[in-house]
């Protein structure tokens, strides 16, 4: 999607053209999702190695929806007084 568009295109024919190469691509990031998914999925077995955490990265761009969340924390209160 980062591509170089044609420089003699018009306002219409780039929206075209930028439709046609996002349907072109879908199916590529779709394949790319499913198998960073696969590979991060070996987090569960107890694996977590460089190509887990890249997996990881990869679908926090591709999917940051559901992979690019930050982890909240909040102070509990342990005794009462």
Same mark, same amino acid.
């Given at each position: 999607? &980062?591509?170089?568009?044609?420089?003699?295109?018009?306002?219409?024919?780039?929206?075209?053209?930028?439709?046609?190469?996002?349907?072109?691509?879908?199916?590529? #990031?779709?394949? &790319?999702? %499913?198998?960073?998914?696969?590979?991060?999925?070996?987090?569960?077995?107890?694996?977590?190695?460089?190509?887990?955490?890249?997996?990881? %990265?990869?679908?926090? #761009?591709?999917?940051?929806?559901?992979? &690019?969340? %930050? #982890?909240?924390?909040?102070?509990?209160?342990?005794?009462?007084?």
């Amino acid at each position: 999607m &980062a591509s170089e568009r044609p420089k003699n295109l018009s306002k219409d024919e780039r929206e075209q053209y930028d439709s046609l190469l996002e349907e072109q691509v879908y199916p590529f #990031e779709e394949q &790319a999702i %499913s198998l960073h998914e696969a590979n991060a999925a070996r987090a569960k077995d107890g694996l977590y190695d460089e190509w887990v955490k890249k997996s990881y %990265s990869v679908l926090a #761009e591709l999917k940051p929806a559901r992979y &690019a969340k %930050s #982890e909240l924390s909040q102070d509990v209160v342990t005794t009462l007084k």
